[in-house]
């Protein structure tokens, strides 16, 4: 069964803290991707992976940056964050030229 | 650069009703076009996808179509239920941008009504 499982479901930091959010995929999956949600919004991707080492500023990658050190994992770092970057983050998965991406539950990230 | 549309924003209907939500997107050049269902909370998940050569896809009670060249798609859904209350969201992905990208409607939030 498509497995994408994101670290936390809810987290609070604080103004200026450096955050992690952790995203593993258990499908061998080449694509990777991160999106925050916000009301009214839609989904918006931040950033995204094709490949181990490889990344893509998506819509709005501003005050954030990934890592893919291995194919499964795929991370989202807010250097500083702050009190705008509070949102719903989603991963997901995709293979390699396929189009339907697998979700994770979300992380509700509030800054406080 | 792609923008896609959905409305109403949020519905409520008594079970048992037949519906349609609707999705609008400006540059017909794609690839595919899909419905997901999020439960509050929850992540996505999807129901159907449409590819650019097809006008419909079903799935037990549901129905997606696709009009290209118009930038429109509907998903209708039969004989509703409770079980049916969650948000819809339509996502495009083609060449505006990269293809491995989907880009978003803000979603349709639907209430069935026992």
């Known amino acids: 069964d498509v497995k994408v499982t994101q670290s936390s479901r809810y987290l609070v930091k604080r103004t200026g803290e450096k955050v992690f959010l952790e995203c593993v995929q258990d499908?061998?999956?080449?694509?990777m991707f991160w999106y925050r949600q916000d009301p009214g919004l839609g989904l918006r991707l931040i950033y995204f992976?094709?490949?181990?080492?490889?990344?893509e500023k998506g819509d709005i990658p501003e005050g954030y940056s990934v890592s893919r050190e291995k194919k499964e994992r795929f991370s989202l770092i807010l250097e500083s964050a702050s009190t705008n970057q509070t949102s719903m983050y989603l991963c997901?998965?995709?293979?390699?030229?396929?189009?339907?991406?697998?979700f994770g539950a979300g992380t509700r990230l509030s800054v406080l | 650069k792609q923008e896609v549309t959905q409305i109403p924003a949020a519905l409520s209907v008594p079970e048992g009703e037949n519906l349609v939500l609707n999705c609008s997107f400006t540059d017909s050049a794609i690839y595919n076009l899909q419905w997901f269902r999020q439960d509050p909370g929850k992540g996505l998940t999807s129901l159907l996808l449409i590819q650019s050569s097809q006008r419909e896809q079903t799935s037990g009670r549901l129905n997606a179509s696709l009009d290209k060249s118009s930038g429109r798609s509907t998903l209708y859904i039969a004989a509703s239920q409770p079980g049916d209350s969650a948000t819809y969201l339509c996502a495009v992905d083609g060449p505006s941008g990269s293809a491995r990208q989907l880009t978003f409607g803000s979603g349709t939030q639907l209430t069935v009504l026992p």
């Open positions: 992976s094709y490949d181990v080492k490889m990344k």
């Open positions: 997901a998965s995709s293979r390699a030229g396929g189009p339907i991406q697998y």
């Open positions: 499908m061998d999956h080449e694509n």
